[in-house]
DNA sequence: GAATCTCTTGTTTTT
DNA sequence: CAAGAGATTC
């Protein structure tokens, strides 16, 4: 391939990074000046110009779709498989790893992975067993704390009892929960991270291995790093050691860090230069942005400069100012809906596609009054972040058959469906086998068993215990079948999916689908497979012929469907690209953009949230404005504003006011509009607002603007004076599907 | 052991 | 207000 082909597209400092010829380079890219695009051409640079065997590559994103993203465009630019290339998560390559090495990992062979609601279920049994009280101490905070703890890479040895007066419980319940994981093979998202940076640390042949292997590590969404990963990446790098000759690569931008609160840390991001010394250092900026209007992106600009201790980065692009932004003072939430129901009912008419519209929000109940209006005007929307598809219930219970059946240790799903569907099997024939389990130190399984044998059990509740075995025993995998006929047969011989079928809830059809959708999924995966196992069978020839060490067993299909489930959470609704409005909560937009963007709920309490500033200084106040600014710099050409006077919270109408980080954008870019609604039939509505000003209007599309008598009437289109407030506004008038008028005062900015 | 009623508690969530 | 957990009743 032609050299120009992977140079001509980018801009002179996309190039810079591109071809950066300095052993450990920092790229700081800001949103939308083409991060990916960097990373993705870096690669072809390295493997077209300078020759790297894709062998010793290794990317590392944070999500599936990232990585899946990646992979996709290195094929399209290189024309080629990335064969043999790392691209993964790093939880989907700590797993790769662990499944390669679990001897070296002190794991066993069969492993599961399990998810937070299974690492909940263990915790809280735990607890209970250690006569723990969970009104005092809340399962969901010691969960927490163990996580924190793996995070930072702490096991309990490392822990300071002292530290934790009147805490120790937590000490040992994080013990305990340790025991339970290793001796019935479970291991938690944060455990696949820790383990693998262990097993760097305690296997040296291991780690010397990929050491060798890996020429290049490359890093995507950087700030999102946690002190584990970190460390991880560190080791691997060598840069622990006086020297190493290994290439590190990494790409992101301490602006948009929102994950602090999940164990990211931003300073990663600031010491990287430092920490990885080996070699010579380079720093990029992209900082033109290819994606919003100058307007936009000043805006941007100006909220994020109230945070202290940034690297220094400000936007700017070659693109017209385009037009202000829109600032909305809503009455309440269904106005605030209504508003924006509006703005995007005009934005379709004009010929706007609904797919590249988007709202955002802090939090993921204020998607309902939005839907509301949505449903009521037939704007068809889809809502992103909901449960995904593995996270269904009925898909979990179906995928812990499949657990138990693989593997009779795991107690997290044999409590999951023992009684799914209901077989009689209740609390206290659950208590008697735990609390036996306890006393024998074994899995429940096991201990069922024996407790039938030994009669430990009510006649009664032996019977329905022993049909579960059998059933269990009867589903017992037959390598015969494929994949997808196991799952169908599973899904059938359980009686799952006749027991949600007759579920008298309206979600029971729905759930029967799914469970459908499971088989297809295990068909899917059965042609697809994973691409990085692929990847590391290919590269185990390579690594035999180099004296490695790697002993890849491919596990059996189910097994491998199992990891992929838990791993890869799935998208949240199957139906695909229909063309309709996204919902989403502004976490969930980063990496995204849209041409027409609302931000709603811009109010103090809201967005800030009160929790982010109970803190005096700096830190979660500071996450919130990045927040903010990941949700302005998602908008291509408009952005939508909205706050409202008055909120309905927890069944309360709440008074609000407009959020800070709306009086931290320049009034210059902005136009507020304040609507006055008035119905045709000719009745005057009054609105008295929190400003000095109150509005009304007639049915003849004019208005009064002013307080009591002093009420002047205007015609549309009309500039005029705001009484008691300087400002001045031209009146417009517009109305709904419904007949209902608007008269909107837009103070877009006139002059005073 | 299962169904029903009452009470509590409300961010964000890549894996 | 509305979901989920827990207690109470059938």
Redesign the pocket.
């Known amino acids: 391939m032609d050299i120009s082909q992977i140079i001509d597209p980018l801009n002179k400092a996309q190039r810079q990074a591109v071809c950066s010829e300095a052993q450990n380079t920092l790229v700081l890219a800001g949103a939308g000046s083409g991060k990916t695009r960097v990373l993705v051409h870096r690669i072809a640079w390295l493997v077209q110009i300078e020759n790297v065997s894709p062998y010793s590559i290794m990317a590392v994103t ?4 990232a990585a899946g993203e990646m992979r996709f465009r290195i094929e399209n630019l290189l024309k080629t498989p990335t064969r043999n290339m790392w691209v993964g ?1 790093f ?2 390559l700590a797993h790769r790893l662990l499944r390669t090495h679990w001897k070296d990992a002190k794991l066993v062979e069969n492993f599961q992975i399990i998810d ?1 609601d299974d690492q909940l279920r263990l915790v809280k049994r735990i607890m209970k067993e250690m006569g723990i009280d ?1 009104k005092k101490h809340p399962p969901r905070e010691v969960q927490w704390f163990i996580n924190e703890c793996k995070d930072n890479g702490l096991r309990v040895a490392q822990l300071n009892p002292r530290e934790f007066h009147n805490r120790e419980f937590m000490l040992d319940v994080y013990f305990q929960y340790e025991e339970l994981c290793q001796r019935t093979g479970m291991v938690d ?1 944060a455990e696949l991270l820790l383990r693998a940076h262990e097993l760097w640390l305690h296997q040296p042949h291991v780690l010397k291995h990929y050491q060798q292997r890996f020429s290049h590590i490359l890093v995507d ?1 950087f700030q ?1 790093t946690n002190t584990i990963q970190y460390a991880w990446l560190k080791v691997l790098s060598g840069n622990n050691l006086p020297a190493t000759h290994m290439n590190t690569f990494v790409v992101g931008d301490d602006d948009q860090s929102i ?1 602090g ?2 164990g ?1 840390k931003i300073e990663h991001i600031r010491e990287f230069t430092h920490d990885f010394k080996a070699g010579t250092s380079e720093t990029v900026r992209l900082e033109q942005n290819y994606r919003s209007t100058g307007n936009i992106l000043e805006a941007a600009n100006s909220v994020i400069a109230n945070n202290s201790e940034r690297l220094g980065k400000e936007l700017w692009t070659d693109d017209s100012e385009g037009e202000l932004l829109q600032v909305y003072k809503a009455f309440n939430e269904i106005d605030e809906a209504a508003y924006v129901c509006g703005q995007i009912e005009k934005w379709i008419e004009n010929g706007g596609k609904r797919s590249d519209v988007a709202i955002l929000y ?4 204020q998607s309902q009054p939005h839907e509301y209006e949505l449903v009521k005007r037939g704007v068809p929307y889809r809502v992103y ?1 909901g449960l ?1 598809f593995y996270d269904r219930a009925e898909i979990k219970d179906a995928l812990a058959y499949m657990r138990l059946i693989a593997n009779r240790q795991d107690d997290a799903a044999l409590e999951r469906i023992i ?1 799914t569907p ?8 659950l208590d008697i086998i735990r609390q036996a389990a306890k006393e024998k130190q074994q899995n429940l399984w096991q201990t069922a068993v024996e407790l039938i044998a030994d009669k430990g059990l009510s006649a009664r ?1 032996a019977t329905s215990v022993q049909k579960f075995i059998d059933l269990i025993e009867e589903l017992q995998i037959d390598d015969e079948l494929s994949l997808a006929e196991q799952v169908t047969h599973i899904v059938e011989a359980s009686f799952l999916k006749e027991f949600h079928g007759k579920e008298n809830s309206d979600r029971a059809q729905a759930k029967v689908e799914n469970l459908d959708e499971l088989v297809n999924a295990a068909k899917r995966f059965d042609d697809e497979g994973d691409p990085l196992l692929d990847a590391m069978i290919e590269a185990k020839d390579e690594a035999s012929a180099n004296a490695g060490s790697e002993s890849l067993q491919p596990l059996n299909p189910m097994a491998e469907f199992l990891a992929h489930a838990a ?3 799935g998208e949240g609704q199957a139906d695909e690209w229909e063309d309709c409005i996204q919902l ?2 502004l ?2 937009a980063k990496g995204l953009e849209f041409e027409l963007v609302f931000l709603s709920g811009l109010e103090q309490g809201l967005f800030p ?1 009160k ?2 500033l109970q803190d005096y200084v700096g830190g ?1 106040l500071e996450e ?1 404005r990045r927040l903010c600014y990941v949700g302005i710099t998602r908008a291509r050409q408009q952005l939508h504003m909205t706050h409202a006077e008055s909120r309905t919270i ?2 309360r109408s709440e008074l609000s006011y407009p959020s800070q980080f709306l009086s931290e954008i320049p009034a210059s870019l902005v136009s507020q509009v304040r609507a006055v609604q008035n119905s045709i039939s000719g009745k005057h509505v009054t609105r008295n607002t929190s400003s000095s000003s109150s509005f009304a209007s007639d049915d003849d599309g004019e208005v009064y603007i002013g307080q009591g008598v002093s009420h002047k009437k205007f015609g549309e289109g009309i500039v005029v004076d705001l009484e008691g407030t300087g400002a001045r506004a031209r009146v417009q008038v517009s109305f709904d599907n419904y007949g209902t008028r608007w008269l909107m005062l837009n103070i877009a900015n006139l002059a005073t």
């Open positions: 944070f999500t599936n779709k998560t939880h989907g937070s969970d998202f969404e999102d994950y609160w999940r990211a802090r939090s993921n109940a972040g995904r009684n209901t077989r009689g099997i209740g609390q206290r024939t509740a791993l890869e959470a989403m909560s976490h969930s949230h929790n982010a979660r919130e927890y069944g």
